[in-house]
């Protein structure tokens, strides 16, 4: 969910990982839509013919949610048929409940109540799995089929669908194909009306549909492509955000190939977002086109981002949540691994409102209760702002004012919510003036803003979605023309009012305190707090500081400086070269690693990891 409601479809030409991988493994890989039907054609002929096999061969075709998947079915139905072959197709979708049967099913987790959320966006998430969304007798008649198929001599039957690779079906079959896709990809597919909701014939109204996909089809679909990464039950992996020229990579290149990422210094491919609040920084440094403003910079979003990989001649994108599935244990670590159930647990963005034409709403997030009692969700939404461009008069605002009143302000915004009225949120909302550098924890519960006229590097918890409660957002419309939705009802339920002036200067805005220091160089903690669960850090130096990171990943975030490169101290072709504003992860597995500046200015590094003794952390 979160704002992935509409992405720039700009792909960031200048975000590609390119670790050295062992000889002849890009060989190995096979792009080309034509050339994968043509190499999945060719393995079952051989199957087929020279195995001398008294049933014939099943073939599944799972995928990510907007999968495409028939073009290489209808190639490989082709294919088979001039090899004089018999080929049976099946189409899964058949197995699911009907759409209505699936909205009755899922009305606890889609409620609707306009009191509470004025635009329907909430929900609760899913827990269950792909078999809990099948008709027993049409699955049933299904696998029933599949069996009945494969007794023939020399037959070649294809199962193709969402969820067909589920633990109840995978026994039937002698081979399984995954087709992955992108967040972003799988958002504009949506948008283009490319596929529906689970069980649906046709699309839901966008909105609708997204929501749904967010709290169920998302849900069950990564809930089964982890399982089957972690039981090694994929044959063969195709990375699918082109379907004109999808690429097909066998099982044990798949394993090598993130297997060697994931002990480089990695950038995830950002996703660039429009707002009405949105400003011009980062359009300038990137040079992105086609954007009227830029709001969000989903730098290191966990489930919305992708990770592009070059592999000989070929770039690889897949979703940076199935590098993890895959690979969580050496990107994290273990601890890191057990405590947050394989997800993970940091997000990074940037809030863009330099030259922009206001501020963002005033807001505040939920704690962990709230959030898995109301959403089912995996944990509460810190957050944290470290302030790294401004320009004139840039403020941020943080906490309730010494002499406010809260209650006053929550019954004017309430007032606002219904009959658009104006607020004078300053009388309510503490401001600090702001400056690069400047590191401010923001716990959920607590009221926050960032001003125009700066760039903010947002740093938040695990939580996946966006539980952003507006409680103010100056009358604007957004860019449909509708007034921005406001949730007083739920900002009521969260909002701290203790956190003043007074325990915000003393709690959340804390002076640099020295780690280590050395010649040329020093790391500070930029903030710290026993309500968030990762500790913030600003690391300075001229030529070069070394690091470590004892087993738990660290992220780097170029705030000042022209480039660097991040190089492991063991293995030196272990690096990344880091440019400005770039956020870089340094894996669990790196160990020792030292950052050289390249550039001819000092460096200034923000650095975030996870406090020592996080596996204990209740939040």
């Not at 990695?266 to 359009?283: A, D, M, N, T």
């Not at 023309?481 to 804390?510: A, F």
Request: charged share 25%; glycine share 8%; with cysteine.
């Amino acid at each position: 969910m979160s704002f992935m409601f509409n992405p720039h479809p700009f792909d960031d030409p200048n975000v590609v990982n390119r670790p050295e991988l062992p000889a002849g493994i890009a060989d190995e890989i096979v792009p080309g839509t034509k050339e994968t039907a043509g190499y999945l054609a060719g393995m079952l002929v051989e199957k087929v013919r020279r195995e001398s096999r008294k049933n014939g061969f099943v073939l599944a075709m799972d995928g990510y949610i907007g999968a495409q998947w028939q073009q290489v079915v209808n190639l490989i139905t082709q294919e088979l048929k001039n090899k004089a072959l018999h080929v049976v197709c099946f189409d899964f979708s058949q197995s699911f409940k009907t759409s209505g049967e699936l909205d009755v099913m899922f009305a606890g987790n889609l409620d609707v109540d306009k009191g509470k959320d004025p635009v329907s966006l909430f929900g609760k998430l899913f827990k269950g799995n792909y078999e809990d969304l099948f008709d027993k007798q049409k699955a049933d008649a299904l696998r029933e089929n599949i069996v009945q198929s494969v007794e023939k001599e020399g037959v070649v039957v294809i199962v193709y669908g969402n969820g067909c690779a589920s633990s109840s079906f995978r026994a039937l079959y002698d081979c399984v194909v995954y087709f992955d896709v992108t967040p972003k990809r799988v958002i504009l597919r949506a948008r283009n009306g490319c596929f529906a909701n689970l069980g649906d014939r046709t699309a839901r109204p966008l909105k609708e549909m997204l929501r749904r996909c967010y709290y169920i089809d998302f849900e069950v679909a990564g809930r089964l492509r982890g399982e089957l990464l972690q039981q090694d039950a994929i044959d063969f992996y195709i990375a699918g955000d082109d379907p004109d020229r999808l690429i097909l990579i066998p099982r044990t290149t798949f394993h090598v190939l993130t297997g060697t990422l994931a002990t480089y210094p990695f950038r995830c491919k950002p996703v660039y977002l429009e707002g009405v609040w949105g400003g011009h920084y980062v359009i300038k440094q990137r040079g992105i086109t086609g954007m009227r403003n830029c709001a969000w910079v989903f730098d290191l979003i966990p489930l919305e981002v992708s990770i592009v990989i070059q592999a000989g001649a070929t770039l690889i994108e897949i979703p940076f949540f199935t590098f993890v599935q895959q690979q969580g244990e050496a990107i994290m670590g273990k601890e890191c691994m057990e405590k947050f159930g394989g997800y993970f647990p940091i997000r990074f963005n940037y809030d863009d409102t330099f030259h922009s034409s206001g501020n963002m709403s005033i807001q505040v997030h939920s704690g962990h209760d709230y959030n898995v009692s109301n959403y089912n969700e995996h944990g509460r939404q810190d957050e944290s702002y470290y302030v790294v461009a401004t320009g004139h008069e840039a403020k941020t605002y943080i906490g309730f004012n010494e002499d406010a009143d809260p209650e006053a302000f929550i019954a004017e915004a309430r007032k606002s919510e219904k009959e658009h009225t104006a607020i004078d949120y300053r009388k309510y909302v503490n401001h600090i003036e702001s400056r690069p550098g400047v590191q401010l924890m923001l716990p959920a519960g607590t009221i926050h803003a960032s001003g125009r006229n700066q760039l903010i590097l947002e740093i938040g918890s695990l939580t996946i979605g966006s539980y952003t409660y507006k409680m103010y957002d100056y009358l604007r419309a957004d860019f449909d023309g509708k007034p921005r939705p406001i949730h007083t009802w739920h900002g009521n339920n969260v909002l701290r009012r203790e956190r003043s002036t007074s325990w915000v200067n003393k709690n959340l805005i804390q002076a640099p305190r020295p780690v280590r220091k050395g010649d040329g160089w020093a790391e500070y903690i930029a903030g710290e707090h026993e309500l968030l669960y990762f500790s913030l850090r600003r690391l300075e130096f001229e030529r070069e500081m070394e690091d470590d990171t004892c087993g738990v990943f660290h992220v780097l975030s170029l705030v000042d400086g022209e480039k660097v490169l991040i190089q492991s101290t063991d293995h030196p072709e272990r690096c990344y070269i880091q440019h400005y504003l770039d956020v870089v992860v340094v894996p669990a597995s790196t160990g020792r690693y030292v950052i050289k500046n390249l550039g001819n200015q000092p460096v200034y590094m923000h650095k975030t990891l996870l406090k020592e003794g996080f596996a204990h952390d209740n939040g």
